[in-house]
């Protein structure tokens, strides 16, 4: 078993499945629209990041479609649930697979997970897929039961050099 024994084995196993069952959370939030409870899932300090080229390394210094800390999670969180915002009406319907979840980086306190997910978008009588990898930072919350908080939520899109008309809605 790689020098792995059964008490450390279980814990991994256990582990994975707090992560996973913490990223299927997250994925139904997000096909609820349920924006404020998402928003809550994040660290005081946690970004959201979607880099616009492959293999990109820094967010800062290079054009990302959406690099986002909490006060602009918020703007456009307020502004998707606005049912005066034009540009959502009507309103966008999604819906998240995540699969092929791996951990990383299982370091004390905070995890660094991998993960696969596919994203249909409903909107005005058109439908788009998304697809890629979300990498996940996430930091033990022990105020939230050993729930986690995310630090960062990086998502990879597979067409990240396509271009993207109106994307609005978190991936």
Same mark, same amino acid.
């Given at each position: =078993? ?37 928003? /809550? ?5 946690? !970004?959201?990041?979607?880099?616009? =080229? ?7 210094? #290079?054009?990302? @479609? ?7 999670? *918020?703007? &456009?969180? &307020?502004? @998707?649930?606005?049912? /005066?915002?034009? *540009?959502?009406?009507?309103?966008? %319907?999604?819906? &998240? ?16 997970? /991998?993960? *696969?997910?596919? =994203? @249909? ?11 890629? *990898?979300?990498? %996940? ?14 630090? !960062? ?14 994307? #609005?809605?978190?991936?």
């Amino acid at each position: =078993m790689n020098g792995i024994g059964a008490a450390q084995l279980d814990e991994a196993i256990r582990q994975r499945h707090r992560v996973e069952q913490f990223l299927f959370l997250e994925a139904r939030l997000l096909d609820a629209n349920a924006w404020d409870e998402w928003l /809550r899932l994040f660290t005081p300090t946690g !970004m959201y990041w979607v880099p616009r =080229m492959r293999g990109q390394q820094d967010a800062r210094t #290079q054009v990302s @479609l959406f690099h986002e800390d909490a006060l602009l999670r *918020s703007v &456009r969180a &307020r502004r @998707l649930a606005n049912h /005066r915002n034009w *540009s959502q009406q009507p309103p966008t %319907h999604g819906t &998240r697979t995540i699969g092929n979840v791996s951990v990383i980086d299982p370091g004390p306190g905070t995890i660094v997970v /991998r993960s *696969s997910f596919q =994203m @249909l978008e409903w909107r005005a009588d058109s439908q788009r897929a998304f697809g890629g *990898s979300y990498t %996940h930072t996430l930091r033990e919350d022990p105020a939230a039961d050993g729930s986690f908080r995310i630090e !960062m939520k990086r998502v990879d899109l597979v067409n990240c050099d396509a271009i993207h008309e109106n994307l #609005q809605v978190f991936l």
